[in-house]
């Protein structure tokens, strides 16, 4: 089975029949708005993201590719909203930063990527060293600043 879920800003194309793929795939389009939306990032923006059976029944792929670029990330999905979203913004924040060598979404006025954790039942991203400096929901990132 394969189809393209296209709302939002990034076109994701879904590959499984697994009942998890539309919460995942929302969680990846709601992460890119933060990743693409940070202006100072060198990330490109022109990626095809799927996202695809993994090797066991557990775990789902998220695949980012570009040019000879592929970034495959597994994620389990099989949390609440917030916990899969936080899942997938930390999983797709360690592949930009290996790739690309940024810090992605930056924490305002300091040198290090903001964290995402569950805060509540929100998937939030925080400032790592200090929980008041910053704070905004994963998606919100661009609208924050």
């Known amino acids: ?52 059976d993994g090797d066991s029944p ?7 590719r570009r040019g000879g670029f592929v970034a495959g990330v597994g994620v389990f999905g099989t949390g609440n909203r917030a916990e899969t979203f936080v899942a997938v913004a930390d999983r797709l924040q360690d592949a930009f930063t290996e790739e690309f060598r940024v810090a992605t979404p930056r924490c305002p006025g300091h040198p290090h ?13 925080l400032c790592p060293k200090d929980d008041n400096h910053f704070a905004c929901r994963v998606g919100e990132y661009a609208r924050s600043g």
């Open 1 to 52: 089975m394969s189809q393209v879920d296209n709302t939002w800003d990034t076109l994701v194309e879904l590959r499984s029949a697994d009942e998890r793929v539309p919460r995942v795939a929302a969680a990846v389009r709601t992460s890119l708005l933060d990743f693409l939306g940070d202006a100072e990032s060198a990330i490109p923006r022109d990626f095809v993201v799927t996202v695809e």
């Open 58 to 64: 557990e775990m789902l792929m998220v695949f980012l």
């Open 113 to 125: 990527p903001l964290s995402a954790m569950v805060i509540g039942a929100e998937a939030m991203w």
